[in-house]
């Protein structure tokens, strides 16, 4: 290696991207080997915390504090942050293409993370409101909150049925705490804020879910509880049932063959998601989801020092299965890669990635949740406070979990806020949807 040491040059700064250039740059300074020269590119400034992303939603948190900024998180440590937006990526290279000039790397690492998948259906795709960045959750809050405005002065029965009818593709850990959480918020300001509405007479929440259990990565018995409190807040579940089709003012519901039409204005997309467009068009084994197929190394098969973390990354478990798109997936696997990359320059052996799971929670509205830390199985509040204090500890900055305290505080004295953010985003697809429903 050469006396500057390498340059690593990482692709988007999802929670595998950063750990990696964060581990990478300190355990650096211990090493025997040059320092490596380290640059993130992403097209964005700021790392989203996903965990809290649903109460962004409920307008329990505020979506800035859990987006903390990128320069932020590195802090003082010698790591180059670019914001730019990447357009090509040459993997044979080690080199990626950005709105802003062309970036060459010693080691290319991919950790672009994943987009909201849609199964190539358009229609998904213009009805639909995913829940997996920041946009999305102002989005669909601000959709909830005017199909309620609309509710509250419409006198037509049918009209109100379907603007205050909520259905919602996708019932896994994401998909019950975005559901949950939008119950809650409607629960709190129906009657207060809207008087003419009745949570239990007007609103109605459905929940498709295409597999014969929802949360279905955890244990029989879990998903039976998780069921049994959903069921108690309300809410429709529908397992062995797949959204069909959508539209404008209807979402079509299939089960065993049969087609029902709801009528609504709202389907909460949250089925999973793909690989990046970019990571999906490398010239080399990717799975159905876009992924990358790498070894336990991280290698990207076909390049040389080519690897790949993250969600935009097909890694294998020890059985072989591929590991799923989380967060704790990601963190484990970035430190993992740098320790790796280190052992290499250094001469010594790279180990194989071993993922350690430290068990699954799910937040299911307010004072309740399942989990299974460590194998154990806990539900109901005590489970609730686990969620939060775990999720909480383990946000990137002190700033963050700061600001986060003090939106539950102000949440939990003064209520929910029921105003909605009107910026160019919004404006533009409030303006499209009023069009399509003229037609």
């Known amino acids: 290696m050469n006396e500057q040491g390498k340059?690593?040059?990482?692709?988007?700064?999802?929670?595998?991207?950063?750990?990696?250039?964060?581990?990478?740059?300190?355990?650096?300074?211990?090493?025997?080997?040059?320092?490596?020269?380290?640059?993130?590119?992403?097209?964005?400034?700021?790392?989203?915390?996903?965990?809290?992303?649903?109460?962004?939603?409920?307008?329990?948190?505020?979506?800035?504090?859990?987006?903390?900024?990128?320069?932020?998180i590195i802090g003082k440590?010698?790591?180059?942050?670019?914001?730019?937006e990447i357009t090509e990526i040459d993997a044979a290279n080690k080199r990626a293409v950005t709105d802003c000039g062309t970036f060459e790397g010693?080691?290319?690492?991919?950790?672009?993370?994943?987009?909201?998948?849609?199964?190539?259906?358009?229609?998904?795709?213009?009805?639909g409101y995913p829940c997996k960045e920041m946009e999305d959750s102002l989005r669909l809050r601000n959709h909830i909150i005017e199909c309620m405005e609309r509710a509250d002065r419409s006198r037509d029965q049918e009209e109100r049925r379907r603007l205050l009818t909520f259905v919602q593709a996708g019932a896994g850990a994401t998909g019950l705490e975005v559901l949950t959480e939008v119950g809650d918020y409607v629960r709190?300001?129906?009657?207060?804020?809207?008087?003419?509405?009745?949570?239990?007479?007007?609103?109605?929440?459905?929940?498709?879910?295409?597999m014969d259990r929802v949360l279905c990565t955890m244990e029989p018995d879990m998903s039976r509880a998780a069921d049994s409190k959903l069921q108690r807040l309300g809410i429709?579940?529908?397992?062995?049932?797949?959204?069909?089709?959508?539209?404008?003012?209807?979402?079509d519901l299939k089960s065993g063959g049969e087609v029902k039409r709801i009528a609504t204005e709202t389907l909460i997309w949250v089925t999973g998601i793909k690989a990046s467009p970019l990571i999906a068009g490398l010239p080399t084994e990717h799975d159905r989801m876009g992924r990358v197929?790498?070894?336990?190394?991280?290698?990207?098969?076909?390049?040389?020092?080519?690897?790949?973390?993250?969600?935009?990354?097909?890694?294998?478990?020890?059985?072989?299965?591929?590991?799923?798109?989380?967060?704790?997936?990601?963190?484990q696997a970035g430190p993992a890669l740098a320790r790796n990359l280190l052992a290499k320059w250094e001469g010594r052996e790279m180990t194989p990635f071993k993922y350690w799971n430290r068990g699954e929670m799910v937040s299911i509205g307010s004072l309740d949740a399942v989990s299974t830390p460590f194998g154990h199985?806990?539900?109901?509040?005590?489970?609730?406070?686990?969620?939060?204090?775990?999720?909480?500890?383990?946000?990137p900055t002190w700033h963050s979990r700061l600001r986060t305290l003090s939106d539950w505080l102000l949440n939990w004295t003064s209520g929910p806020n029921i105003s909605t953010l009107d910026?160019?985003?919004?404006?533009?697809?409030k303006k499209e949807r009023h069009e399509s429903a003229m037609q």
């Open 7 to 72: 340059r690593v040059l990482i692709l988007g700064a999802s929670y595998g991207g950063l750990y990696c250039a964060w581990f990478l740059h300190d355990l650096a300074r211990k090493s025997s080997a040059p320092r490596p020269k380290i640059t993130i590119i992403d097209r964005k400034n700021y790392v989203l915390y996903h965990a809290f992303l649903a109460e962004c939603v409920s307008n329990q948190v505020n979506p800035l504090s859990i987006a903390p900024s990128i320069r932020r």
């Open 77 to 84: 440590r010698d790591i180059e942050f670019v914001q730019a």
């Open 106 to 127: 010693d080691v290319l690492v991919l950790a672009l993370g994943g987009v909201t998948g849609y199964f190539g259906n358009k229609d998904f795709e213009k009805y």
């Open 188 to 210: 709190k300001v129906c009657g207060k804020y809207y008087k003419s509405l009745n949570f239990r007479r007007d609103i109605r929440l459905i929940l498709a879910e295409g």
């Open 236 to 251: 429709e579940v529908r397992c062995g049932t797949l959204v069909s089709g959508a539209g404008p003012g209807y979402v």
């Open 293 to 331: 197929v790498v070894d336990k190394l991280f290698q990207v098969s076909g390049f040389s020092d080519v690897y790949a973390v993250g969600d935009n990354a097909h890694v294998p478990d020890e059985s072989g299965n591929p590991l799923g798109t989380t967060a704790q997936v990601a963190v």
């Open 377 to 395: 199985k806990v539900n109901g509040p005590l489970a609730w406070m686990m969620y939060k204090y775990v999720h909480f500890s383990k946000m």
């Open 423 to 429: 910026y160019k985003g919004w404006m533009q697809d």
